[in-house]
């Protein structure tokens, strides 16, 4: 990674920042946002809000999260992403929010499957989130909270986090994004539709999507 093209994936990463926190995605300092070119990370530091995070306070990690390449101190939340760059080798950027709607269906207990309480109430739902499960409870920033992403990473490229948030995988930053914005906005219409009479996808109707 040169110095140019290192300068441009930072600002990159506060544009994405400043568009989730734009819309209404990142609530106080909540939420973290990381990119992988090779193998080197580069990761919101700890402490910060994505409205007011600047390139130059991207902290630089190895892949393997042993080495740091900066003076900034990752996010408390690198055990997370590391793990789903572990998991999924084609994945680039991955986003982790405490957006409302997303972080209140996390609040809610999983199905017999251990999904989350996210039904097929339309295509792209299904389309572009597929099953989401629901990782276990864990202390925000313990290893533990990364073992339990880890192990549901490698088939799941959206997971929410047990009364926390939620973490998504792209292959590209725009691609994560866009994710985040389509689990809000799923789990904004699983909660405006939980108590009222409801269509969702048939069975069918959702396996051809998938």
Known sequence: MNDNSLTEIRERVVAACRHLAAAGLSPGSSGNVSVRVGDQVLITPTGSALRRVQAEDLAQVTVDGLTSKSAAKPSKELPVHLAVYRQRPETTAVVHLHSPYATACA?????????????????????????????????????????GVERLADRHHVILLANHGSVVAGTSLDAAVELAEELETAAQLSLLLRDLPHVRLTPAQAAALR
């Open 107 to 147: 609040c809610l207990p999983p199905d017999e499957r251990g999904l989350a309480q996210l039904p097929p109430l339309t295509p792209y739902r299904v389309m572009r989130l597929g099953d989401v499960p629901l990782a276990p409870y864990a202390r925000p920033g313990s290893s533990e909270l990364g073992d």
